[in-house]
């Protein structure tokens, strides 16, 4: 029949086409795990390139939360993660998954609200400001995602004294998304919200929001950086991986992260090499 | 909200390379996935539509409504399957374009085979007694119905290619929208949103509508001069 023939020469380009194409299975590459604040904040696109020049070793980033991130090198999917929580960190190296954290760099966190700000929060202490948010109830838009933003602003009530699951009401917006959709939100409602400055600074659609808490020794916010063992998952990249991290906090990698700005602001601080506490 | 559009134009203008590698991964994926779902959904629901065989109603019930499997789930069954823990780690498929287009191909396949059932079932309301009469065996008849509806079963691979481009649900899952590796137009779109670059999400919007639309209007002009070549 000559149409089953046509038929098949069809299906014969179609998987030509899904094969021949390239994919580059190339074993010059590593899955890096991280964040959505170092992909949404333009880092990644910034420092890799020239990591790619240097070596020929391609980077592919997969941006979750940094507890996402953690779970899929758990399961043995990436060759590295780059996150900032430090307790989850340590229970990752802990649980043997790595054998070390490196620190990479620091930036902070900030509390963004809309500028009229109705809670009166401008230029308060962490504290006060998030014992006075749970006061007002004034609208506040939670990341709600297991990320290290998320895991930070829980600290924070924390430290301020407030029990969140006694006071959580119609104000606190769980949504469950990252940083970038979290921001969004929070400017559609003209409400307060915890962000890495970061995604703050590359964030375009602020609406009325402004940085209303800054500089809290509280919100420092460091990145660390592991290859994840190759005992717990054989197929993991260890040499490409390996080059990645010592790049990264090498002189070099610190400079690049160091050079990248928006708005004539650097985003990210190098921090490797320093009291690796 | 028109300052979003003035800028969505020069943003259209100014689309450099990476948008084109962007709508070529998606094309490339979701066109595979839909060769696949042709090529299993088709003869799949053909039969079904011809053959009679106990279970045959809870077949088609089944195939109707697995034409509404969330992608979202299907991208985390096989985002479980595929990972280096899961049952076919091994391949180290997970985050490349082939499990994505896995992923596709597993939505547009029983939409294929539903609606392709059904194309072929009314076909068959024609043409049926007299393949009885010819006393051919369901696979042939299968066969004879499915060329004599070959122009029908178009608006079905339409259909499944629109399910496939337009999903994101399953490809962001395993594909995890990586940079330059498995970046397609609608995790792109998702992406620029986070970021709160509503202009360049939206002009990123317009190609996909543009890449639809053109897809379509190929498969029109294909299907119109073949039906008058050999119709």
């Not at chain 1, 230029?123 to 933003?149: H, I, M, N, W, Y």
């Not at chain 1, 929070?186 to 962000?195: E, F, G, T, V």
């Not at chain 1, 002189?251 to 985003?267: C, S």
Request: proline share 4%; aromatic share 8%; charged share 20%.
């Amino acid at each position: 029949m000559d149409f089953l023939r046509r038929g098949f020469l069809t299906l014969g380009l179609l998987a030509g086409f899904a094969v021949g194409a390239p994919v580059h299975a190339d074993p010059q590459s590593i899955v890096v795990a991280s964040t959505t604040s170092t992909e949404q904040s333009g880092l990644f696109k910034h420092v890799l390139p020239l990591f790619r020049d240097k070596t020929g070793i391609e980077v592919k980033v997969v941006a979750l939360g940094t507890g996402q991130a953690l779970d899929a090198a758990r399961r043995g999917d990436a060759d590295v993660v780059l996150v900032h929580d430090r307790p989850a960190e340590d229970k990752f190296v802990a649980e043997g998954f790595a054998k070390a954290r490196q620190d990479v760099m620091y930036n902070d966190f900030v509390v963004v609200g809309p500028a009229s700000d109705p809670a009166g929060i401008k230029g308060a202490d962490v504290q006060t400001a998030f014992r006075k948010l749970a006061e007002t109830k004034s609208p506040f838009v939670s990341r709600g995602d297991r990320s290290g933003t998320h895991s930070a602003e829980l600290r924070a009530w924390k430290e301020a004294g407030i029990d969140l699951a006694a006071v959580k009401g119609d104000w606190y917006r769980d949504v469950g998304q990252g940083m970038g959709p979290a921001l969004n939100t929070a400017s559609a409602l003209n409400a307060y919200i915890l962000s890495d400055r970061g995604t703050w600074l590359s964030f375009k659609n602020r609406g009325e929001l402004t940085i209303l808490v800054q500089g809290d020794p509280r919100l420092f916010n460091p990145y660390g950086v592991m290859l994840v063992n190759p005992e717990k998952h054989p197929n993991v990249k260890v040499k490409e991986g390996q080059a990645f991290i010592d790049w990264l906090v090498s002189p070099e990698g610190q400079t690049a992260i160091a050079n990248y700005k928006i708005g004539g602001e650097a985003l990210f601080f190098p921090s490797a090499g320093k009291a690796n506490k | 909200m028109t300052e979003t559009f003035h800028e969505t134009l020069i943003r259209l203008w100014s689309l450099d390379r990476d948008v084109v590698a962007i709508a070529w991964l998606s094309l490339r994926v979701s066109l595979t996935a839909v060769g696949i779902g042709l090529a299993l959904g088709v003869p799949l629901g053909a039969l079904v539509a011809v053959a009679r065989f106990p279970g045959r109603d809870a077949l088609v019930a089944l195939l109707n409504a697995f034409m509404g499997l969330p992608p979202v789930i299907v991208g985390l069954v096989l985002y479980l399957v595929l990972s280096r823990s899961g049952p076919l780690g091994s391949f180290g498929l997970l985050f490349t374009p082939g499990a994505m287009i896995a992923a596709q191909a597993v939505l547009a396949t029983p939409l294929v085979a539903a609606l392709s059932r059904q194309v072929v079932a009314d076909a068959e309301a024609h043409l049926g007694e007299q393949l009885r009469s010819l006393r051919l065996s369901a696979p042939r008849r299968a066969m004879v119905l499915i060329f004599d509806a070959r122009f029908s079963l178009v608006t079905t691979a339409l259909a499944a290619f629109g399910r496939a481009i337009s999903e994101i649900g399953a490809v962001l899952v395993v594909g995890g929208n990586i940079d330059g590796h498995t970046r397609t137009m609608t995790t792109a779109i998702s992406l620029e949103t986070q970021k709160g670059d509503l202009s360049l999400a939206l002009a990123l919007g317009i190609v996909l509508m543009g890449l639809v639309v053109a897809v379509n209007a190929v498969a029109a002009f294909l299907r119109s001069h073949a039906a008058r070549a050999y119709g």
